[in-house]
């Protein structure tokens, strides 16, 4: 039996390994290294030096006999982390389904296995085992009617099917984030959550000042104007840069604007998870910080939030509705549709041109 | 070739519009033929045209004096000219730079400077002429009969034609109503207080803005000159960037290397080093300030700012007749400084949009106080980088720091510098009541009456503000008594070209668009699905938009085979945004689209002509309710307001242009 290569040594979830008193086959020092074993938190990779310090083995030949004998049974897992082989633990339960499959069954979960969270396309599998289209479609279902292995379809190729074990949550590469459903993005979710985490970073980031927030005397407007014209008439001085006050609206207490908050808590993916999850909003998802991270770029590329730094966020503002964009494209040849048609002279000119046309108010030369 | 010295026959056409626009058409055609031809001696260009001899130079004179046209200086035999295109571009800005030194130095700065642009580069001496005429007739005075005393007529006039080429103009061409490029109306649209107002204020109080004295003259030239606006002309400033590299370049032969050829690499780098230390050395010896004979001591501190205009200056000059030392110098303006000024403008008309006016003021006063030690924008020829050393040592020079006390001792009183600020960081720094539940002060609080402390301390909360924006509008540098800041162009520069980038697209293909290239350039190349992952949408929505994009030059495709028989269905395809080509496609666009409107331009005012020739004649001017028809006098009106409103348009993408290429040099992209 070929050893199967652990993809990572990153323990995964596994079932909590129920200790099945009732099918005791206690007694046996196999089962007494397994108990042991089990002791330790679940997803434990055991390497030799592990086992042979439980004591439960006399010799070196005896744990090599006792870890043979619990793969046998499929109680243990032998897998090799840099060159080195090691084992991890199968519940009992589990163990006791493997023991029942078929031989052609257990090659494919075999193969399952081995690829973990990122799941194997059926073709991919049958290609590896070479059984026949029949025995795989047959043992597949046998399988997912054990609990053992699930099947997903995948994201990045929508008509695959892909297996991984039933334990297992797939990985986003075929499974997608909270954020998809069905294989792809679920833009309602997005418009919404994105929503709701834009409005939540504003009040974190953000503070909203009346009008009248600092309604202090003004001086009064004729000494002003005296003032200025003074300012008009003397001499003024070279480097002074001119006093030109520009009209700003007087302050209305109705009227209010947004500014950046004086020293605020900056949030970070991570906050606005933890926020999120403690809200509920999404019903039975929790976000992970990975998820968040994702959306919150999202929204700094959809310029509804900017980054201060490595990892804080922040709402854009504007101070100004107006939106301008620059001097070429607010002209008519900056979106004009035949602009690398258009020529210096001939059928499409400036002097032809219906858009300047349209913008002037004028009119063109007929062609 | 030097980077800005790169052409493009859409830029050949444009600046070739501005010259006949501004120098009339003879000067016009000389010109054209160089732009077609490239680099000509004077009998190639006889050859290329149908003019004579006694014209072509007579066109060349012009060009030369405005310096639109390179020489390859008169040792070598023969010359050669090659065209000047940034400075021959700069025509479309002489209103602008009226605008820009009557906003940082007066109006009568202005004046000085306008007159300077009209002249081309000009003996102080006829530049005193033009404004205080001797008594015996002034013309005997002027070294080769150009076009001297244009500027008194400017100054008087406030008119509409390019009265600098008056006379030339007038050979060939008797059409004087051009008044687009001519000034008068130019400004960007967001700044206040229009030339166009202000030549007809100047009507209305004749002597504001006039020069009293020579000595008053003198002493404007002299600030123009330590600020760096104004710069003696020499000789190698008519070199074109060949020119000049291969003469730096042997000189660095001959005296560095022992007159042998470099070969081995190390030979090699020692002369572009070398060569690159001559051409900095050289450009900033342009810079220099001459001595003024007035003080004895001219170039004693650039900094002290309140130094007053002397209407009487105690030893100034006795009368306008008397001759100065520095009557001889010849001085042109200076057009590094011009990108510096507009620089400015734009990053305060950016601050204002996301950060609000006040902040922006404040920003603009930053600014201002930099731009006397700033020459240029960025260095065309900077040191090599050396290996080993990973730029460790980026000193910063004292004077490129400001601290936000020196803001508050320059900053107006009118300005309400507590707008635009979260009232709690006010109630913080005046300590005066608290922010009430719906954030309003308990106790407000009147600017004016602040202390300079706090007024300082509201100031840095602002420069805060700055420094936080993802722009990075100043950075922090250390604290010396107050925190110290600098600005660091190179960075902000690059961001304003994405931003305008980001505009264009914004403007064509709304905010998915622009979603797009910002994904694309944090992430680099990307395969569909990649991007669909960033963007977090479906494939089909995007798909539109990548093609559309990809169109116009602003996102690039790459196909990588991944199988053998390089089926398209099988390879890899890949979307990715470089920024260095984006921007020279925006910038080679925006050239097309200003030609565009100076066609439209000159379309709409050959369809008025004729009226517009009734409405000069000597007997309509001043009377024209009396002999134009309402209709007539309609069509005018809407003529005004179509040229205006094209003109302005021609401005704002001279704004675009010089975001996109003179703020920074070439980017090494993606
Ligand atoms: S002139 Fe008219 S047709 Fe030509 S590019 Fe401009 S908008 Fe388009």
């Known amino acids: 039996m070929a050893a199967p290569m652990a993809p990572s040594m990153v323990p995964k979830e596994e079932e909590p390994s129920a200790v099945d008193l009732a099918n005791n086959e206690a007694g046996t020092p196999a089962d007494a290294l397994y108990d042991k074993c089990a002791q330790r938190s679940q997803g434990t990779v055991f390497f030799q030096r592990d086992l042979s310090n439980m004591q439960v083995a006399e010799t070196m030949a005896e744990l090599t006999m006792l870890l043979q004998e619990l793969c046998d049974r499929h109680l243990m897992k032998l897998m090799t982390f840099e060159g080195e082989p090691c084992w991890k633990l199968r519940s009992r339960a589990e163990a006791d389904k493997l023991r029942r499959l078929t031989p052609d069954e257990r090659l494919l979960y075999h193969h399952i296995d081995q690829v973990q969270a990122e799941g194997i396309w059926s073709k991919a599998l049958r290609a590896r085992t070479n059984v026949t289209q029949q025995v795989l479609t047959k043992c597949l279902k046998s399988l997912e009617s054990k609990d053992l292995v699930q099947s997903v379809m995948s994201v990045k190729f929508p008509n695959r099917k892909m297996y991984l074990l039933k334990h297992l949550r797939p990985s986003e590469d075929i499974a997608g984030g909270p954020w998809q459903s069905e294989g792809d993005f679920d833009t309602a979710l997005i418009e919404t959550i994105s929503g709701i985490v834009a409005q939540h970073i504003e009040n974190e980031t953000c503070i909203k000042v009346p009008g009248n927030w600092n309604d202090y005397e003004r001086p009064d407007r004729t000494a002003d104007m005296a003032q200025k014209k003074a300012q008009v008439q003397g001499i003024r001085d070279i480097e002074d840069a001119p006093a030109v006050k520009p009209y700003h609206q007087p302050r209305d207490p109705n009227s209010s604007k947004i500014v950046h908050k004086n020293n605020p808590q900056y949030p970070t993916s991570a906050s606005v998870a933890e926020w999120l999850n403690s809200k509920e909003i999404l019903r039975g998802k929790t976000v992970r910080e990975d998820d968040m991270e994702q959306l919150l770029e999202m929204m700094v590329l959809d310029g509804r939030l900017e980054k201060i730094s490595g990892t804080n966020y922040r709402t854009v503002l504007t101070a100004i509705d107006t939106k301008v964009y620059n001097g070429f494209v607010d002209a008519p040849c900056g979106n004009c549709p035949v602009f690398d048609l258009c020529g210096d002279e001939g059928e499409i000119s400036a002097r032809t041109c219906v858009y300047f046309g349209q913008w002037l108010e004028t009119q063109s030369e007929e062609v | 070739m030097s980077y800005t010295q790169r052409e493009t026959p859409v830029l050949a056409e444009l600046c070739t519009f501005l010259v006949e626009d501004v120098y009339g058409e003879l000067a016009a055609r000389v010109y054209s033929v160089l732009a077609r031809h490239g680099r000509q001696t004077l009998a190639a260009v006889a050859r290329a045209s149908y003019l004579n001899g006694r014209q072509i130079k007579y066109g060349l004179v012009i060009l030369l004096q405005q310096h639109l046209v390179f020489h390859s200086g008169n040792d070598s035999q023969p010359t050669y000219y090659e065209i000047d295109w940034l400075n021959s571009y700069a025509l479309v800005r002489l209103g602008k730079v009226t605008k820009l030194v009557e906003d940082r130095f007066g109006r009568k700065a202005a004046n000085v400077m306008t007159n300077l642009l009209r002249l081309g580069h000009t003996r102080i ?15 005997d005075d002027s070294d080769d009969g150009t076009v001297n005393g244009a500027g008194m007529k400017r100054k008087r006039g406030g008119g509409n034609e390019p009265n600098g080429s008056a006379k030339t103009n007038g050979v060939v061409n008797g059409d004087d109503v051009k008044p687009v490029v001519s000034g008068d109306h130019a400004h960007s649209g967001t700044m206040n207080g229009g030339p166009v107002e202000q030549s007809e204020q100047e009507h209305a109080e004749e002597d504001d803005g006039e020069i009293a004295s020579v000595d008053e003259l003198y002493e404007i030239i002299e600030r123009l000159i330590q600020r760096g606006w104004v710069r003696t002309m020499t000789e190698s400033q008519y070199l074109s960037p060949g020119d000049m590299h291969d003469m730096l370049q042997q000189e660095t032969i001959d005296q560095d290397l022992g007159g042998q050829q470099p070969t081995g690499t190390k030979d090699k780098a020692v002369c572009h080093k070398n060569t690159l230390e001559r051409k900095r050395n050289m450009r900033d010896k342009w810079l220099n300030v001459p001595r003024f004979s007035r003080r004895g001591k001219p170039d004693q501190d650039y900094s002290n700012p309140t130094k007053r205009v002397k209407i009487n200056g105690a030893n100034g000059y006795s009368s306008a007749g008397a001759a100065s030392p520095e009557d ?238 390089r089926e398209a269905k099988h390879s890899l395809h890949l979307i990715w945004y470089d920024r260095q080509r984006a921007r020279e496609k925006l910038l080679h666009d925006t050239y097309k689209g200003m030609v565009r409107i100076l066609q439209r331009i000159q379309f709409e005012r050959e369809k008025v002509q004729p009226l517009l020739s009734k409405a000069e004649r000597s007997d309509v001017v001043g009377n024209e309710e009396k002999w134009l028809s309402k209709g007539e006098l309609d069509a005018l009106r809407k003529w005004k307001e179509v040229q205006e409103k094209l003109s302005l348009q021609l401005f704002r993408e001279d704004d675009l242009v010089a975001t996109l290429r003179d703020f920074h040099g070439p980017l090494v992209s993606v």
């Open chain 2, 125 to 139: 001496a006829d530049l005193k002429e033009a404004y205080f005429p001797t008594e015996t007739d002034s013309d």
């Open chain 2, 328 to 565: 001889k110098l010849v001085i042109r303006v200076n057009p590094e400084k011009i990108a510096v000024a507009m620089r400015t403008e734009q990053l305060v008309q950016l601050v204002e949009q996301r950060l609000g006016h006040v902040t922006a003021h404040i920003y603009q006063t930053m600014l201002r106080m930099l731009e006397a030690n700033t020459a240029r924008c960025y260095e065309e020829y900077p040191e090599p980088p050396t290996a080993g050393d990973e730029g460790g040592d980026n000193q910063i020079d004292p004077k490129n720091l400001v601290t936000a006390r020196d803001v508050a001792k320059k900053i107006s009183r009118d300005l309400d510098i507590c707008e635009g600020l979260d009232p709690n960081a006010i109630v913080q720094i005046t300590r005066k009541g608290h922010v009430r539940s719906a954030n309003i002060l308990s106790q407000p609080t009147d600017p004016s009456t602040l202390s300079m402390d706090e007024k300082t301390r509201i100031i840095d909360k602002h420069i805060q503000l700055l420094s936080e924006d993802p722009t990075h509008f100043v950075t922090w540098h250390s604290r010396a008594g107050f925190s110290q800041w600098h600005i660091e162009f190179e960075e902000i520069a690059k961001q304003l070209i994405q931003t305008e980038i980001e505009n264009t697209i914004s403007a064509r293909k709304g905010t998915l668009g622009v979603k797009l290239i910002r994904a694309l350039r944090k992430k680099g190349k990307l395969d569909e699905r990649a991007t669909c992952n960033a963007m977090m949408m479906s494939a089909n929505d995007l798909r539109g938009i990548v093609n559309d994009l990809t169109v116009q030059g602003l996102v690039q495709t790459q196909e990588v085979p991944k199988v053998e028989r």
